[in-house]
């Protein structure tokens, strides 16, 4: 059994045509705990993101880490404090 959390991810992408190749790599690779992903341009060239989670804090804290380090992107999440287990 493992024990995961549901968590939200907000990012702001300060430079969209810049970031959102790499952003979209990282998020790829995280697609095995994503449930939703949300996003809305604007046409001041920012784009807001939301990611919708479900996994082990490591894994979880691991994604936030990720995007957080892509240069123009500012990145925020909420985890949940009550642990969902399930069975592998």
């Given at each position: 059994?493992?024990?995961?959390?549901?968590?939200?991810?907000?990012?702001?992408?300060?430079?969209?045509?810049?970031?959102?190749?790499?952003?979209?790599?990282?998020v790829s690779s995280f697609r095995q705990i994503i449930r939703n992903r949300?996003?809305?341009?604007?046409?001041?060239?920012?784009?807001?993101?939301?990611?919708?989670?479900?996994?082990?804090?490591?894994?979880?804290?691991?994604?936030?880490?990720?995007?957080?380090?892509?240069?123009?992107?500012?990145?925020?999440?909420?985890?949940?404090?009550?642990?969902?287990?399930r069975e592998v």
């Amino acid at each position: 059994m493992t024990e995961e959390r549901i968590a939200f991810i907000g990012a702001i992408l300060e430079d969209p045509e810049g970031a959102q190749r790499e952003f979209n790599s990282v998020v790829s690779s995280f697609r095995q705990i994503i449930r939703n992903r949300s996003g809305t341009p604007f046409p001041e060239g920012v784009a807001v993101i939301s990611l919708t989670v479900m996994g082990d804090i490591d894994r979880i804290n691991a994604l936030t880490g990720r995007l957080g380090q892509i240069p123009n992107v500012q990145v925020r999440s909420a985890i949940s404090k009550r642990s969902i287990n399930r069975e592998v």
